[in-house]
């Protein structure tokens, strides 16, 4: 006795190849056939690109904030001074510095003055926020040390200030041009406060990569900005650095120790928390009106096997008369939609991944036939469309529309392979 061929056998292969080919009767099959397969294609094109650009905006964000803000800022609960008045300085601040530099976790913890003046040059004017800061201390700021652009030399820091890259294109300076800062809260007389005004050296001028930094950050050696911002033996707060930014919240407890009990934190989570949470939200729901957008092009095979059934109702009767089993018949029809699904997502992946390599190429054609102006820094926060492939992504993109691809083709192959041939023949 005969043995029945194994699933998937060679002739099923060749059948369903047949059915898929182009014949000039059966043309609304085979333009169905090539719907479905570009649908899917551009479905999945789609879907990794928003994959792709959505992982990195999310990464770029993060390493702008990480890596030219601190991860964890320590301030100290305000007190009363001698005065009668209520201050927030650090007194003690070098060896605060040193104890929480110590807790394990911690890579840098360094002083700093902060305050927020106006700067003059060129007869522009600029708002500008002061970070007083070692240099030292400075070189361990990632973004500031190795920007994605920089003019001057940082090491001449002690002689002057360093300015963001947008600051300096408002104000119109460069590396060793001349600017003046405007405190209003400055010398002390016998008739009140007057404004005080110093003019300071560009040393350096850096772009971090996000436009909030480049167009507000001005750098100033500690000591000066203790005596430009009347801070003479204080500091405003710590910026503190870790080695995993990621579980900064696990280093709490010991950094709340390590600072004492007037001691008060801020994480860059806490200070963008909220934005991130909004972009995890904007993920979750993009990636399912992405995965609708694929399960409609995978309903165009379910369209096109009906056509297809319909029109081979003869061929179907005759190879079930000739001893085809409906598994058979299932798996040629089955053969057909998943041929169609594998070789759109295949392309669709292709594109896809194309498209986040060379987003920037793509970028600047679409920029320089839309006349300039397509991407706002300002608005954005960052200077270009970021993509960053993640193979997480790709793979959940595959899995995705070849699982819908594959499950719907089962309804119209099984609606084939239960067909009668003796009602499929009797009006041939």
Request: hydrophobic fraction near 50%.
């Amino acid at each position: 006795m005969a043995s029945s061929p194994p699933p998937f056998s060679r002739f099923e292969w060749m059948i369903a190849w047949r059915y898929l080919r182009a014949t000039r009767a059966e043309g609304g099959v085979s333009v169905m056939t090539w719907i479905s397969l570009i649908g899917i294609a551009l479905a999945v094109f789609a879907l990794i690109a928003v994959l792709a650009v959505r992982t990195g905006f999310r990464a770029e964000f993060v390493d702008t904030i990480l890596g030219a803000n601190a991860h964890v800022t320590l301030y100290q609960s305000s007190a009363v001074n001698e005065a009668g008045q209520g201050s927030r300085q650090i007194e003690d601040y070098v060896a605060l510095a040193e104890r929480v530099a110590a807790v394990p976790g911690v890579t840098r913890a360094a002083p700093l003055i902060k305050g927020q003046v106006m700067s003059s040059a060129n007869g522009r004017t600029a708002g500008v926020e002061v970070y007083g800061i070692t240099l030292e201390d400075l070189r361990g700021v990632p973004r500031i040390e190795s920007p994605e652009e920089s003019l001057g030399d940082l090491s001449r820091f002690d002689e002057g200030v360093a300015i963001g890259w947008e600051v300096a294109a408002s104000l119109g300076v460069g590396p060793g041009d001349m600017i003046r800062l405007i405190s209003p809260d400055g010398v002390r007389t016998a008739f009140g406060t007057s404004p005080r005004v110093n003019a300071y050296e560009v040393v350096y001028v850096f772009r971090a990569g996000r436009y909030d930094i480049d167009r507000t950050r001005l750098y100033m050696p500690f000591a000066e900005a203790q005596s430009y911002f009347n801070r003479e033996g204080f500091a405003d707060e710590l910026e503190v650095m870790v080695e995993d930014p990621d579980r900064v919240d696990d280093l709490t407890t010991d950094l709340l120790r390590a600072g004492g009990e007037r001691t008060l934190l801020w994480t860059w989570r806490d200070a963008s928390g909220s934005f991130l949470q909004a972009l995890k939200m904007e993920d979750n729901v993009m990636f399912i009106i992405m995965s609708i957008l694929v399960l409609i092009a995978a309903m165009n095979i379910v369209s096109g096997l009906i056509m297809l059934v319909k029109n081979k109702g003869r061929d179907i009767g005759i190879l079930r008369t000739m001893g085809l089993t409906e598994g058979s018949v299932l798996r040629v029809f089955f053969i057909c939609g998943a041929s169609v699904g594998t070789i759109g997502t295949l392309a669709g992946v292709i594109f896809g991944c194309l498209f986040a390599i060379y987003i920037d190429q793509i970028f600047n054609v679409v920029n320089y036939i839309a006349g300039g102006g397509v991407w706002d820094a300002s608005i954005r926060g960052i200077y270009a469309v970021p993509a960053k492939l993640e193979l997480g992504d790709v793979i959940s993109a595959i899995a995705l529309s070849l699982g819908l691809s594959y499950v719907i083709t089962i309804f119209p192959a099984r609606r084939a392979a239960r067909m009668n041939p003796v009602e499929a023949l009797r009006y041939e």
